[in-house]
Each structure stands twice: as structure tokens, then as C-alpha cells.
């Protein structure tokens, strides 16, 4: 089926990221990491709500049972509710450095929350000095990949066998054999190398294990077969798409933040930071939650 542009939510965000959809709620997240910004848009009503962040909100996971978000700000893990703005800080984890900061992260499906750090100063293929950080829910903090440019593109395998990330920098997505009950990763294999000025930003996984990544740089999203072949391309009207979501009633919506961060009066992109939804003619799987206690 070919893809079907269904809407767009006119946010305007300089650097919209980790777009999740809430099913309980029927309610669409995402951050706009330079703006300070944590956006909600309520799907039957069409309300578009923004909440002011303390610092930058990198990414971010819902909580089983609780109002309150996971989160990994630029310099460390909390505790966030974007109502109250009430903050518990977790973890600021050791060795940062000036210029590195948190990025993209996500919840696996055993309950961790996932982050990955990036070089935001200097260049990161000769100073590649990010590392990607799995915290269980007893807040145990564990390191599971270093040498990292800019992190990106957290998700798993339907079965969570496969763990996928990305090293923008590198232009290379991989692939990881997860071990689902301790949560390490092992025999990294190149799953896709994008071409010169593509990038592989966010991405989510569907129903059939294939993956979609956002490629900033090219204007589109791309679906990867789990054998790593290009399966469609979804052009878009930007440049910039950045992370990707499936939601709505039966995850059969696909959710694409961008961003216009970079782009200067020259560049024709009325909708450069809106949030694009499709209907793509496959399913996704619900977003998953932190669970506190766990482990």
C-alpha cells in the first residue's frame, strides 16, 4: 500500500526528537531538545500542549502505573512529571566531558531505560567519546557500548533477540544480539551504511520486524527488511526528518518529528520542525514502559 500522508501538527520545533505514542491515553510525546520543550498532542481531541523543561530533555520513557516520565536531560537520568515539573535526579553519570551530552533513548521491553551520549562539540568521528547506558529499574546504571559519535535509533526486534542502534556520525545503523534477561549486547554486525549527507537519526521496529529509519539529510524515512533491504522510502516535504513512531487506535499511524535547526532563510521548508502522520499500510507495537523495582 502505498503511504498516505494523514496529517500534520504544525509545532514548528527546532529540534523535535523521541516521538512515543502513550496508548492509554491516546496522547503523542516528544522533546524539542533545543527548545526546552516537551510537547503532547491528545489524537481525538487535537490538542497540542507544551511544557517548559528545566534543561534540555534528550529523550525520554513512560512509567507502568504512574504519571511521571523516565528521562535523560543533557547531563543525566531522572525522575520528570511535565505537569507539576516536580524532578528526582537518578544518576549524572561520571565522565561526560565538556561537549558531550545525552541523545536519543527508549524503553526496552523487560522495562530498562536506554540512552545513549553524543559529541555535540567538536567533530565525532575523531573524538567519538559517547557511550550507550542501559538503567534497570533498582536505578542500577550499566554501560553497554562506548567510542560512540552521536547515539541514536534505540529499538528491538519484535522478539528482542536483536537489539538496533545507530552512530549518526558514522552513518552506519548496527545490529546486536540481546539477551532479553540480563540486557547485554554482543557480535555487533553492520546492519546498514547510508550514503554521503544521510544520516540515520530515530527509528522503531513493526509488526513484521522491519525497521524504520529516519534519515536526516535525505527527506526520508526508510523501511529495512530485518535482512537489512531497503523495503519502501517515504519522501518527505524536509530535510530534516528525526525519529519515527507507530500509534493511534491500532498503531497503524506512522508519527515522524523533524526539525529546522540548521536551516537558514534560503531553504524553502514551510514544514521544517512539524510532525508528519501517515498511514502506512502496516502495524507498529505499543511503546513500552519503565518499571520501577524491576530486577
Sequence with gaps: MKPRLLDIIRSGNTLGEGVQWHDETETLWWTDIQSCLLYSYHLPSCQLSKYPTPERLCSFGFIKNKSEFIVAFARGFALYNPVSRDITWLIRPEGLGQ???????????????????????????????????????????????????????????????????????????????????????????????????????????????????????????????????????????????????????????????SAKEGLDGRDKEVNAGDVFVFHVGTSGLPACHFIQGNF
Design 99 to 257: 561537549g558531550i551530552r545525552f541523545n536519543d533513548g527508549k524503553v526496552d521491553r523487560q522495562g530498562r531505560f536506554w540512552a545513549g551520549t553524543m559529541v555535540e562539540e567538536g567533530d565525532p568521528l575523531t573524538r567519538p567519546a559517547g557511550n550507550l547506558y542501559a538503567l534497570d529499574g533498582l536505578f542500577t546504571l550499566n554501560k553497554r557500548e562506548r567510542g560512540i559519535g552521536i547515539s541514536n535509533g534505540l529499538c528491538w526486534s519484535p522478539k528482542s533477540d536483536r537489539l538496533y542502534f545507530a552512530d549518526s556520525a558514522r552513518r552506519i545503523i548496527y545490529n546486536y544480539e540481546f539477551d532479553p534477561d540480563s540486557g547485554t549486547i554482543s557480535n555487533r554486525k553492520i546492519f546498514v551504511e547510508t550514503g554521503n549527507g544521510i544520516f540515520p537519526d530515530g527509528a522503531d521496529v513493526d509488526s513484521d520486524g522491519c525497521l524504520w529509519s529516519a534519515h536526516w539529510g535525505a527527506g526520508q524515512v526508510v523501511r529495512y527488511t530485518p535482512a537489512g533491504k531497503r523495503d519502501l522510502v517515504l519522501d518527505l516535504p524536509v530535510s530534516q526528518p528525526t525519529c519515527v513512531t507507530f500509534g493511534g487506535p491500532r498503531f497503524e499511524m506512522l508519527f515522524i518529528t
